[in-house]
């Protein structure tokens, strides 16, 4: 019989659980990736107590945050939930960003940053964002090249509406280190920059590689298809 949302939620959950075991690590945050599956899912999931989740789209999120607003109404005992944007950032794209989400991932370049910080309403507190690094130099990937990153890191820090929260990969192949030089990154910038108090969030890991990602200094995983299925 096949498996149920809920039931590879908590498959998802208990492997996460045994990874941390495994590496003798503290709790990892499951996010998870909810691009083109629809409202209801979502609520389900929230409903069990799924907290965070993570949107590439961000015309496609806009209408499901609103459809679950409607749905939630009715079903008093959902949580809020946490929205993360982790899709690529067009520069007209920022003020919905940061108007509509409590996390970004993927901010490589300062303008982003800027844009960001302008345009975030005071109301909603500070926007958490991640630098997304594109750890393997590849020409195809987004991310802010590694020799670029101490000073992205040093704007990105004076901007008072965005707290920087850490680094976010997606490694280009298996078996590469990817991991091991990010995590290396991370706490690089957290002895160089002790002032960062709440540099403590590594995002990397998905469906086919979060054991390894955890097992390599993962504090956020980010987990499609192995909760939602396959995407068309
Ligand atoms: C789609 C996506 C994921 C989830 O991928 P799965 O392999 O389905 O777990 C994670 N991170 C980013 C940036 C994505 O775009």
């Given amino acids: 019989m096949e498996s149920t949302l809920l039931q590879r939620w908590q498959e998802v959950k208990q492997q996460i659980q045994k990874a941390c075991t495994d590496s003798e690590r503290d709790s990892v945050t499951l996010l998870a990736v909810s691009k083109t599956k629809p409202a209801e899912m979502i609520t389900e999931l929230a409903q ?29 005992a959902t949580k809020d939930i946490v929205w993360h944007y982790i899709g ?14 409590d996390w970004v991932h993927t901010v490589e370049r300062d303008i982003i940053a800027k844009r960001l910080n302008e345009q975030r309403p005071q109301a909603l507190g500070k926007l958490n964002v991640l630098v997304q690094v594109n750890i393997d130099n590849e020409d195809s990937k987004s991310g802010c090249l590694p020799s670029e990153l101490e000073s992205l890191i040093t704007t990105i ?16 192949k298996e078996g590469s280190d990817a991991f091991e030089r990010t995590k290396k990154l991370f706490d690089e910038i957290q002895q ?3 002032e960062l108090t709440q540099w403590d969030t590594l995002s990397m890991g998905m469906s ?16 499609g298809s192995a909760i939602f299925g396959a995407r068309d």
């Fill in 208 to 223: 086919g590689d979060m054991q390894q990602a955890i097992a390599h200094g993962s504090t956020m995983v980010r987990v």
């Fill in 192 to 194: 160089a920059h002790p």
């Fill in 157 to 172: 820090k004076s901007y008072d509406n965005l707290n920087l929260r850490g680094l976010m990969i997606i490694p280009s």
């Fill in 88 to 101: 690529h950032i067009q520069r007209n794209k920022t003020r919905d960003i940061a108007e509509n989400f």
């Fill in 48 to 76: 069990a107590g799924q907290v965070h989740f993570g949107e590439n789209y961000l015309q496609e999120a806009m209408e499901k945050m609103a459809e679950i607003k409607e749905l939630v109404a009715s079903i008093p």
